[in-house]
């Protein structure tokens, strides 16, 4: 009866992928589930305007990974109890029956003896520490695949953002040079201009429209993979506008030596984290291998009943006596540990270098904003100019139309420097730990149920 009472019953659990698949394709940024959620880190989105930290959010509660390695994170805090239970006892009953030799005592021998099994060499402390450094690399792939995630989907999204300003720039320089070339060609009939001239302006304006179809095409690239990084159909992203977060952030980079951006991304990215955590694992396995060196003490007291006559019994044993000689084991957990510690220095290494780049990335794309800033100013200069000298009517409309065509095209290069700065902030925000990243209040804890109120234990 206690056995009976005492065990779990299987429940089976079938899968159904065809109806993930359904709701798959059923989502949509209007859910007003997903708009809920968004909005418990921030500024509630419209339906139609997203910032790329809002489509992270998203993604952080749609994504199916995320949902995996939270998974095997509670899996791994299952082990840590099972790892701390101790060896179970047992029963032991045999009956024998003498056929011949009895002399009129009872034929009937019975023994009933228990099984105990005494741990020794530390074996339950090394078991339970090892499942905690599993516990620790578990959360620490958690955090790490939810700052992919987040970052993946800020990148994608700022990705849509360029693109669609690389076409509604094109499309601007196309028609300012369609205007061109029928001034042109007026000019032309009067023989005011050669055919050669006339020539170039049509190859550049073919050229501009080609670029506008090219940058169309990187335009629908850039929403697939925007809805594949946030895990949507890409009928829900199809019409969606991405406005560049202004807290993404390139402002807080001093000078290109400045090591406490390195000393941040050291202590908030789940890299590092989990780089520790292998090493925790490779040094419980360590101490787990020469704990089994040593053998466990086997108990079995017990009692015989045996042709009437009572009988008290202690058996022990101690099995595994040669493991003290079994050096070869722990010679490969010690080497095993001095791998995971080199892999902490490489980690770190890879990341100082990451950081060191975003830096300059932003440094970069900051002098390139300032000088587009300048070409604008001159080209605005030199529009103004060509407007005055038109309207007092010293010059033809063709070179006030030329001079608004190098405005347009300073601006067009502003606007795509001034997204690329955008970019480079996101990626330094991403480097340092940021996208899902360990802050309060700004992003969520990855070990809790998105898009639902459940407390990590």
């Known amino acids: 009866l206690v056995l009976v009472a005492g065990c779990v019953r299987y429940v089976p659990a079938p899968l159904l992928p065809a109806a993930h698949a359904e709701a798959y394709r059923a989502r949509r940024l209007s859910d007003p589930q997903l708009l809920g959620w968004v909005a418990r880190w921030g500024p509630r989105p419209d339906p139609l305007r997203w910032t790329d930290r809002q489509l992270a959010l998203a993604a952080l509660g749609l994504r199916a990974e995320l949902a995996r390695a ?33 002399d009129g005592a ?56 360029d693109a669609e300003l690389e076409r509604d720039g094109a499309g601007r320089e196309a028609e300012a040079l369609a205007e061109v070339e029928s001034l042109e060609r007026a000019r032309y009939q009067e023989a005011g201009l050669t055919a050669a001239e006339l020539a170039r302006t049509a190859a550049e304006t073919q050229e501009a429209r080609f670029r506008m179809s090219a940058a169309e095409s990187q335009v629908l690239d850039a929403r697939a993979v925007l809805a594949g990084a946030t895990a949507l159909p890409f009928a829900a992203v199809d019409r969606v506008q991405v406005d560049p977060d202004s807290a993404a952030g390139c402002e807080r980079v001093g000078n290109p030596g400045d090591d406490s951006l ?58 595994n006596l040669l493991g003290l000689r079994h050096q070869a084991p722990v010679d490969e957990a010690a080497a095993g540990r001095a791998a995971a510690g080199a892999r902490v220095a490489e980690a770190q290494d890879e990341l100082l270098g990451e950081v060191a780049r975003a830096i300059a990335r932003c440094h970069g794309a900051a002098i390139e904003a300032t000088a587009a800033d300048s070409q604008l100013a001159a080209a605005a200069r030199t529009a103004a100019l060509a407007r005055a000298a038109y309207d007092r009517g010293e010059t033809a409309r063709l070179d006030r139309v030329l001079a608004e065509l190098g405005v347009l095209r300073a601006e067009r290069t502003r606007r795509l420097l001034v997204a690329r700065l955008a970019t480079a902030g996101a990626a330094l925000d991403a480097t340092l ?25």
């Open 70 to 102: 939270r998974a095997d994170w509670r899996a791994a805090l299952a082990a840590e109890r099972t790892a701390g239970a101790r060896p179970a006892p047992g029963a032991s009953l045999d009956v024998e029956r003498a056929v011949s030799g009895s």
């Open 262 to 319: 390195a000393a941040l991304a050291l202590t908030h990215r789940a890299e590092i984290g989990r780089a520790l955590a292998e090493y925790a694992v490779a040094e419980a396995d360590l101490r787990a291998v020469i704990a089994r060196q040593y053998p466990d003490l086997e108990l079995g007291p017990g009692f015989i009943w045996d042709q009437g006559v009572h009988r008290w019994t202690l058996a022990t044993a101690l099995p």
């Open 106 to 161: 009872s034929p009937w021998v019975v023994s009933l003896a228990a099984l105990m099994s005494v741990e020794l060499g530390g074996k339950r402390g090394a078991r339970r520490q090892r499942a905690r450094a599993g516990a620790a690399l578990a959360e620490a792939e958690l955090r790490r695949v939810a700052w992919r995630i987040g970052a993946d989907a800020r990148a994608a999204a700022l990705a849509l953002a």
């Open 433 to 457: 730990g940021g996208s899902a990243g360990p802050e309060p209040g700004r992003w969520p804890d990855p070990r809790t149920d998105v898009m639902t109120e459940e407390t990590p234990q």
